[in-house]
């Protein structure tokens, strides 16, 4: 079956940049999503990438290598708020998401 | 601008009981999702909805029932409550197509003791 594999948690300094990692199986691949989710929140959208090369988005960036079965999400100036677990999510040849367990993320001042 | 809306939010029941989650949205969307989250796990889907009048089972079913009666409306039914369904429960919907963006309502906690 389907395996999404991301860092269990990650810690980073305010102002600091910081790239969680996540890796899945290459098969039947239709797209990556990248969600933020705060604790005892709904996660909430930030990135969808379906082809190769890096995509960014203000602070953040999203980049995908399809032949390595590789995402990465880049935080650059990070900030308190942006203390939340992360979300990566396959789409899989049938269309449904496949969501890794997420990566916490802690900012520390 | 409400979006997706769970009820209720907090709910305790006991082994064996009934209840139903609600969810509702005003974006028009045509998919509409059940996931549960689980801690340290990721978001289970329990079924999906492509339309009104047309649901499917996703990866976790069991112990779980939908219906689509309206395009807005999309409840989740617990039937015979156990402990394993403990959870945090997130309805979610989405425009058109399976790769577009999901908009999730806030989760309903529910306990089951």
């Known amino acids: 079956g389907q395996n999404i594999d991301q860092p269990t948690e990650m810690t980073a300094t305010e102002g600091a940049i910081v790239q969680i990692n996540c890796t899945y199986q290459t098969s039947g691949f239709n797209g990556l999503f990248w969600y933020q989710q705060h604790a005892g929140e709904a996660p909430t959208f930030l990135s969808y990438n379906v082809l190769d090369g890096l995509e960014e988005k203000g602070r953040f960036s999203s980049f995908l290598s399809r032949s390595k079965g590789y995402s990465y999400l880049l935080l650059k100036e990070l900030q308190m708020k942006d203390s939340a677990s992360y979300l990566c999510?396959?789409?899989?040849?049938?269309?449904?998401?496949?969501w890794g367990a997420g990566t916490k993320l802690i900012i520390k001042p | 601008n409400a979006g997706v809306t769970q009820t209720p939010k907090f709910h305790i029941l006991k082994i064996g009981q009934s209840m139903t989650l609600q969810c509702t949205q005003d974006?028009?969307?045509?998919?509409m999702y059940w996931y549960r989250q689980d801690p340290g796990m990721g978001l289970k889907l329990i079924y999906y909805s492509v339309g009104a009048g047309i649901t499917d089972k996703g990866e976790v079913p069991n112990g779980y029932n939908v219906s689509r009666s309206t395009t807005e409306d999309f409840p989740l039914r617990l039937e015979l409550a156990a402990p394993s369904q403990t959870s945090v429960y997130f309805c979610a919907s989405s425009p058109g197509t399976p790769t577009g963006e999901l908009f999730f309502g806030e989760g309903s906690r529910l306990t089951v003791l």
């Open positions: 999510a396959e789409v899989d040849s049938n269309y449904q998401l496949i």
């Open positions: 974006m028009n969307h045509n998919y």
